[in-house]
């Protein structure tokens, strides 16, 4: 995401409308078929590149319900609550790749939104100010992204360019025997080598209930509620950087935030509305910081 969008049309990149090739596109049309009634297949899952109390914290701005679990070696997972995408008709694609960029615009570590419904599933990465990349695969297994995107995709996160770039490339290859499921599986094989283990029963091509039940029962599982504005504007000061590149993260957060905020409050979207809000919060708390040592220093 750039510094500052001013008319924000595609939820990938707001900063750039002519954009019309991504997978992400909410112009493009969509079936409804995995989006409605308690039994359909959409499901989603966030993987932040961060231990349990750090995403925590940061989980919690969000105002989304959402249960916390380990996920491997310095990773962990978050699986939603609530389905925005089954009560309000917006797409689960969209909704996760929202909430993806508001947990990495104001982190230090990537998020990786893995999503699924009965017509697609696909990934996307998310990485601070960075666009979000993603790739696709129609129900049947077709891929239906670039492969840039998956170049990009293994080099944000750290993956072997030669070794784990081979398996990733056989994901986007035809493959008649391998649907949607197997190459969200074969994705998280690839990522076992930079440390990802999801917990048992937490896989691609559940249905939300199920990804729940399967949280609910692990010991070592955290609920992250919305813990109130002044408990957040607390922690977001005691985490402030000072000096003039905060300053200037700070602003370039309030151009970024502020079009993208009235962009998503106008197309109703849960995931891009929490975004923008969470970015003008950031640059709002960091330029009152600033203004305050200001203050004090005069």
């Known amino acids: 995401m750039s510094s500052g969008p001013s008319s924000p049309s595609d939820p990938s990149n707001p900063s750039d409308p002519s954009n019309r090739s991504n997978p992400f596109d909410s112009s493009r049309p969509f079936s409804r078929s995995g989006l409605s009634g308690a039994s359909a297949p959409a499901g989603a899952l966030l993987l932040c590149r961060a231990g349990a109390d750090s995403v925590e914290t940061v989980a919690q701005l969000l105002r989304e319900r959402m249960m916390l679990l380990p996920a491997g070696d310095e990773w962990s997972v978050l699986v939603p609550e609530g389905t925005p995408w089954l009560d309000g008709g917006e797409p689960v694609d969209r909704v996760l790749t929202g909430w993806a960029t508001a947990l990495a615009v104001g982190s230090p570590w990537p998020v990786l939104a893995l999503w699924w419904d009965a017509d697609r599933s696909g990934c996307t990465l998310a ?7 993603g790739y696709v695969w129609l129900a049947n297994g077709t891929a ?8 990009t995709l293994a080099a944000r996160l750290g993956l072997d360019p030669v070794l784990d770039m081979q398996a ?6 035809p493959d008649p025997h391998a649907d949607a499921r197997a190459r969200m599986r074969g994705l998280l094989a690839v990522l076992t080598r930079v440390g990802v283990a999801l917990p048992p029963g937490l896989g691609p091509g559940e249905p939300a209930d199920r990804l729940r039940k399967a949280a609910r029962t692990r010991a070592d599982v955290r609920h992250v509620e919305w813990s109130g504005w002044r408990e957040a504007v607390r922690a977001e000061f005691d985490a402030a950087e000072h000096g003039p590149l905060s300053r200037a993260l700070a602003g370039a957060q309030l151009a970024t ?12 979207s849960h995931g891009w509305t929490a975004a923008g809000a969470l970015l003008v919060m950031y640059g709002v708390l960091g330029l009152a910081q600033e203004c305050e040592r200001g203050r004090g220093a005069a």
């Open 168 to 173: 990733l490339d056989t994901l986007t290859r």
């Open 127 to 133: 990485s601070g100010f960075r666009r979000a990349v």
């Open 257 to 268: 935030g502020v079009p993208l905020l009235l962009w998503s409050l106008g197309r109703r």
């Open 144 to 151: 239906a992204g670039e492969d840039e995107a998956m170049r």
